[in-house]
């Protein structure tokens, strides 16, 4: 049968990019391998933008492969699940792969190589005729994130505000060395595109545009046959020229459809959104089988690496485990990176785990990481700005964040940049620029967040003292009530006829008082404990009995009071 190839259409450019050497060659000349169950998982509770997951489970505890094992807390958050069955044995702070090397909370599996799966949810193959919601509920319980390298949550990104035409599938994989989104597009193409038919369906989404580079012929040519196997209407192939970051998200738009995203919004804002091939098999495999997302294609290669190949990896398995199965390292290497050349960041430990963002394990000769030397100063040669592809100015942001004058680095529109590192590359300064703008945006971040927290606090303030001001002129309310009703009650005696509860009670005492006495005269007792009294006590006791007498006058009409006890 014949299938057609990539759709010849209208192309557009991005400013600036750069021809790189792909060195691909390296490691998409053989299958992808299954990676070695490793002894331990190390799962990082944040391994996407956002807020970290919350453990679930406890040390000592079994799971199952596909478990969860950590929820998501927040909109902008994704559970983890167990990629393999196994025990808890420690949920503590480990290194992680992130440019500053701290560690970070970690759960970590010792696994029992039995691969036993947990109880997964019922398959939607159904998906056409089910509620885009609970798709994306599905998808959001699967843990899914962009495997692009931005690993934002993937649910959150299919429930745009506004509505979508266009959905872009980026199987561009710019980046030099990195090959695992070729290969998965050469032998995985129809689950890809069984993933596409659910994110169109998802966002409604008219058209359907596959960007892939020309220097990935065989991904193109498989892919082409997919959606012409799946019958997918609306949706093309389109090769691309290889240019790098073609990959990047706003610039593969533009060199789609000639649209560009405005500064400081989102693809969704111009009605396309873009998601990696990656993610769209990650899609299906949630969807069409129940399965989360516990493992990825990964490219190891370099020359530091005896056999460059790509392995299909459990998510928290070791650096080291993978370089191990790759035939060890190969002297010297200079550096150790996840990621590419470009946008990737130096491994200070090879113990670190792959997490959902990893695409790739970068062993690097010295001759391709050489020491750039010290920086220099900036010579204002403007190379920067004319690779930039978000038409940047790279030296003045460089000046600003170097100032730490980060309002200033807003206003040059700091955050439109993609970390390419286009213009670190061609520094003659070798100045490291993209540090600096991590720099900023980290700065500023946490700015923001400090304002935020500010802004918590006074309203919280202001609450509270509303709370306390409401109380109190409540209080003065009621204490104004209460006054008001005993100002209307006569003031003075008690109505006549009325007769005086308090006066009532002290006659009453003194009856009985006096009966008391009367029998005890009568049977001719002395009263207990008088015989032993001194003078002065007997004193007090006839005084007391006088001021009773004196108070019980008034009371009886003037009538004289019986006597009492110390009297007789």
Known sequence: MHYPSATPRRLHRFHGGLHLPDNKAQSNGRPVERAALPKRLVLPLQQHIGKPAHPVVETGDRVLKGQLVARAQGLISVPIHAPS??????????????????????????????????????????FAQRDPEALRQRIREAGIVGLGGAAFPTSVKLDPPQPIHTLVINGAECEPYITCDDLLMREQAARIVAGIAILRHLTGAGECLIGIEDNKPEAIQAMTRAVA????????????????????????????????????????????????????????????????????????TGEGVAEPRNLEVLIGTPAADLIAQAGGYREPVARLIMGGPMMGFTLHDDGVPVVKASNCLLAASPAEAPDPGPA?????????????????????????????DLEKTQAYDLFDCIECGCCSHVCPSHIPLVQYYRYAKNESWAQEQEKRKAEQARKRHEARMARLARKEAEKKARLKKKKAALAKKPAGKAKEGAPDPKKAAIE??????????????????????????TDAQRRQIEQADARRRAAAEPESGGKPAEKTVSEE
Do not use: F
């Open 85 to 126: 069955s196994g025990t808890v044995v420690e949920i503590g702070d480990h290194t992680v792969p992130h440019p500053s090397g701290l560690p970070a909370p970690c759960i970590v599996i010792e696994t029992d190589g039995r691969e036993e799966w947990a109880d997964l949810p019922a398959p939607m193959s159904d």
């Open 229 to 300: 196997d799946r019958g997918l209407e609306g949706t093309e192939v389109v090769t691309i020229p290889t240019l790098y970051p073609s990959g990047g998200e706003k610039q593969l738009i533009r060199i789609l459809t000639g649209r560009e995203v405005p500064s400081g919004n989102i693809p969704a804002s111009i009605g396309i959104v873009c998601n990696n091939v990656g993610t769209a098999a990650a899609v299906a495999d949630a969807v069409l089988e129940g399965k989360p997302l516990i493992s990825r294609y990964l490219t190891l």
């Open 376 to 404: 220099l100063p900036c010579i204002r040669c403007g190379q920067c700005a004319a690779v930039c592809p978000v038409s940047l100015l790279p030296q003045q942001l460089y000046w600003y964040a170097r100032a730490r």
């Open 508 to 533: 009453a005492a003194m009856k009985r008082a006096a009966e008391k006495k009367a029998r005890l005269a009568a049977e001719g007792a002395a009263p207990k404990n008088t015989d032993q009294l």
